[in-house]
């Protein structure tokens, strides 16, 4: 007993910390150390045959082949960008966003912090080529789990409205990215192919409106249809999670009150039930229907889309975004290193982050709360809007994502990746000094 009681102890902080979003923090810097070791050692040529190999099926003359990285960045990033979208559409039905006063705020302090990183990515790539300075996104995006993981580390005397206001920026910066990826990332476009994914998109809103809450039903229609039309139309598939989660029910099928009412009455029949005689073991028939009908009750007490974004966070954020790391943030440091790191285009996607995102992110909404435009969040001072803003420049997924469909060089895509770790880095370390010192000691 004694050992199974000292095996409770030690599961239930590891449990609490694996259930934490810092968790994947760590988990995601460890697997970028990883990623970094094995690309400058001799396995790095054989993982990139891997990564490289062609993977797909032939079914009655359709045919789909794509290398291995590919279905990872098209295939993966869909989940993830389908958990962004889930995330968006309850912060616009009920959440923060759906406050025009609360919502001001984030938007414009987003925008900022895409419109400087680009601008100076720009600068820093004037006279190069016209394939360097089609990096001009990579700068442009947050990290969502990255900065939200160093924001949790700080504990609790970190104000719930700072985290909210962080996480709507990032929200908000990945929309953008989509935007960008659609517009300025996607290739040679198949309309017939796009018209095919906006029927099924429409298939799942009909759905939504005549009250279909199966996963399935959503789940068939979304990634056969919507991401495999969005796939071979030349529209990057990551466009279609975004959509695809837009059209997915938010409503109950039972409202709080009549759940209520229900739960009431059935917990009264629980209670005047017959139980029996094993009744430590065993529960009677009739109790057995009671649970079983409270967890049917209590099934449709929860929206489609909450139930889906609960589910695949733990996915995304232990799998999805993990994976991607290992295949995307390898750098293989061949020659002069400073000669890599200080070149253009790693300048532009280095000082874009760190700088950019925080005269986007901070200037926009100090100057805007200074003059009236927005109100300062309940709790939060210039000094943590400063720290956030340092969060919100750690870019790696996104950024490396971008780095992935914006080179065809892979000098320029490995400078990239030098200039969005280092910046990264450093954006998160500062960001983590400045809140500590800004918050309240407890």
């Known amino acids: 007993m004694n050992k199974i009681h000292l095996i409770r102890r030690l599961a239930t902080p590891l449990t609490r910390f694996i259930q934490n979003s810092s968790f994947s923090a760590v988990l995601l810097f460890l697997v970028t150390f990883l990623a970094f070791v094995l690309a400058n050692t001799p396995a790095h040529e054989h993982i990139q045959k891997i990564l490289s190999t062609p993977i797909g099926f032939h079914l009655n003359g359709f045919k789909l082949n794509k290398p291995f990285i590919l279905w990872i960045n098209d295939g993966l990033m869909s989940i993830f960008f389908f958990v962004v979208g889930l995330e968006l559409k309850r912060e616009i039905v009920a959440g923060e966003l759906s406050k025009p006063q609360n919502a001001l705020l984030p938007i414009m302090a987003a925008i900022g912090?895409?419109?400087?990183?680009?601008?100076?990515?720009?600068?820093?790539?004037l006279n190069s080529s016209s394939d360097a300075i089609r990096g001009w996104g990579v700068p442009m995006c947050t990290d969502i789990a990255f900065s939200l993981g160093v924001l949790l580390l700080l504990g609790s005397q970190v104000p719930m409205q700072l985290k909210v206001f962080l996480t709507a920026v990032a929200i908000i910066d990945d929309i953008g990215a989509v935007t960008v990826i659609a517009l300025f990332y996607s290739s040679e476009i198949s309309f017939e192919n796009v018209m095919i994914g906006?029927?099924?998109l429409s298939l799942m809103a009909v759905g939504n409106w005549i009250g279909v809450r199966s996963v399935l039903f959503y789940g068939v229609l979304g990634i056969g249809g919507v991401w495999l039309a969005f796939l071979l139309s030349g529209v990057h598939a990551t466009v279609a999670g975004v959509l695809s989660a837009f059209a997915i029910p938010a409503s109950r099928s039972i409202n709080k009150d009549d759940f209520?009412?229900?739960?009431q009455s059935l917990t009264q029949d629980f209670k005047e039930s017959v139980s029996s005689r094993h009744e430590r073991y065993l529960v009677s028939p009739g109790e057995e229907n009671i649970i079983n009908e409270v967890k049917k009750i209590s099934n449709y007490a929860i929206s489609p889309l909450q139930k889906l974004e609960h589910s695949m966070h733990p996915l995304v954020a232990f799998a999805v975004i993990p994976i991607f790391a290992l295949a995307n943030a390898g750098i293989p440091i061949r020659g002069d290193w400073f000669a890599m790191a200080t070149s253009p285009v790693a300048l532009g996607s280095g000082v874009g982050l760190l700088v950019g995102k925080i005269a986007g992110i901070y200037g926009v909404s100090i100057?805007?709360?200074k003059l009236g435009w927005f109100a300062m969040p309940a709790g939060v001072n210039n000094r943590m809007i400063l720290g956030t803003s340092f969060l919100a420049a750690i870019g790696f997924t996104m950024s490396l994502f971008i780095t992935s469909l914006a080179f065809e060089n892979p000098i320029y895509a490995a400078q990239a990746k030098m200039g969005i770790l280092l910046a990264s880095l450093v954006a998160?370390?500062?960001?983590?000094?400045i809140l500590k010192l800004a918050l309240p000691r407890q």
Do not use: D, H, S, V
């Open 113 to 125: 912090g895409m419109l400087f990183p680009a601008l100076i990515y720009i600068g820093f790539n």
């Open 198 to 200: 906006f029927f099924f």
């Open 260 to 263: 209520l009412e229900k739960l």
């Open 367 to 369: 100057i805007g709360i």
């Open 428 to 433: 998160g370390i500062c960001g983590f000094l």
